[in-house]
């Protein structure tokens, strides 16, 4: 068999098609690493998100009770945060 020799702007060719493959590998592996540090950043706010529900929740059940105790001690009316004075409904 014979040798035969590429010429310069095939093998430029080449060489550019090789180059893009590498680049477009990094390029791939840095976005599926972007993906996963995103979904991890999702995964945190979510629970953050739940958390926060959770305190929400509960501030609303402490809310209850203190009004709860206000009303047995006061009865029902409105309250002047300003100056607190308390007026009983009629």
Do not use: C, H
Not at 31 to 45: D, I, P, R
Request: glycine letters at 6%; a negative charge.
């Amino acid at each position: 068999m014979e040798k035969t020799t590429f010429t310069q702007e095939e093998i430029d060719q080449i060489k550019l098609l090789q180059d893009k493959y590498s680049t477009l590998g990094v390029q791939l592996v840095q976005l599926k690493l972007a993906m996963k540090n995103g979904k991890e950043y999702v995964q945190s706010l979510q629970e953050q998100e739940q958390v926060i529900e959770q305190q929400i929740f509960d501030t609303n059940t402490e809310e209850k009770e203190l009004a709860s105790r206000l009303d047995e001690r006061y009865g029902q009316g409105s309250l002047n945060m300003e100056n607190g004075e308390f007026t009983p409904n009629s």
